[in-house]
């Protein structure tokens, strides 16, 4: 029988024959466990198109802008608003809108549903649209007369003192009446573009009063 160092050298043999096995299985595991354990990279995020969704909704609103010196520029009054923030406007159902222009000069607007921008200054009626200026005055002082527009589809810029319309309007100047199957008008210029089927009614305005100590003469 070999002796004890016989044995434990021929141990030392066979440990030396299978360590480098065993060395390579333990450098596998730990490579499996390093792959099991490192996180994977998340998968990007593909961008959602925005939608045209309402954010918030209003019922029997009103909706006031100011200037920087705190004056009034405008007031939106509706019976239900809903904001859409893609695009920064406000549909209104049934909406009544009093706007003060730059010049000082009054507009009002109203009709089944309104498509206003986010300060109020531009507004796109819908359905029995209605938009009056109020007399005033031009830039000689002279007295200019009321103004209305009816239509089922107006656009009123109440800044520019703009209003268009792609389809049949009225409009009616103090007492003169016209009809048209399309317009644009621009107040700021004295601008007035009708096309299509074109009617006008002017009224004769009262003759003008002799000047003090003048005399009338007959032929």
Do not use: C
Not at 11 to 28: C, E, I, K, N, Q
Not at 196 to 202: A, I, N
């Amino acid at each position: 029988m070999p002796g004890p160092r016989a044995t434990l050298h021929l141990v030392f043999d066979r440990l030396s024959t299978y360590l480098p096995v065993a060395v390579m299985g333990v450098l596998a595991l730990g490579s499996y466990w390093l792959v099991r354990s490192t996180p994977t990279p998340a998968a990007p995020t593909v961008a959602q198109p925005v939608q045209h969704e309402s954010d918030y909704f209003m019922r029997d609103f009103a909706v006031r802008t100011f200037d920087a010196e705190g004056k009034l520029k405008s007031e939106i009054f509706g019976v239900e608003g809903r904001h859409y923030p893609d695009t920064d406007t406000l549909e209104i159902d049934k909406p009544h809108i009093r706007s003060i222009s730059e010049n000082g000069n009054l507009i009002t607007a109203t009709a089944n549903r309104g498509l206003s921008n986010g300060d109020g200054t531009e507004v796109q009626l819908f359905g029995n649209a209605i938009v009056t200026r109020a007399p005033t005055l031009d830039r000689a002082g002279r007295p200019v007369p009321r103004m209305e527009f009816r239509g089922e589809f107006l656009h009123a810029n109440t800044q520019t003192e703009r209003v268009l319309s792609n389809k049949p309007v009225v409009l009616i100047r103090g007492e003169d009446r016209f009809t048209a199957d399309s317009m644009d008008y621009d107040n700021m210029d004295q601008m007035m573009n009708l096309k299509g089927r074109v009617h006008g009614t002017l009224v004769p305005g009262p003759a003008a009063a002799p000047a003090p100590g003048a005399q009338a003469r007959k032929r």
